[in-house]
């Protein structure tokens, strides 16, 4: 195989990486979508907030003011 035969498949070659491309990116759309999955990224999208709830209980240094000082 020359190089006058690889510029020539060069066409094709990208056509079908976009196209495998493409595909997979469908994919991973429809699993992002898909309802089996919807309670597991709920959940963890509302995690942060119970993790909040059980540090506000625990802190015990001091409070900053609203520009960033820290109070005596």
Do not use: H
């Not at 990116?25 to 309802?35: E, G, N, P, Q």
């Not at 907030?49 to 209980?57: K, L, R, Y």
């Amino acid at each position: 195989m020359d190089f006058s035969t690889l510029e020539g498949l060069k066409p094709m070659l990208i056509s079908i990486q976009t196209l495998v491309l493409f595909v997979l990116f469908i994919c991973l759309v429809l699993w992002a979508y898909s309802k089996r999955r919807k309670s597991t990224f709920d959940e963890l999208a509302n995690s942060i907030f119970d993790e909040e709830e059980q540090a506000a209980g625990q802190y015990q240094g001091t409070d900053p003011d609203r520009a960033g000082a820290i109070k005596k």
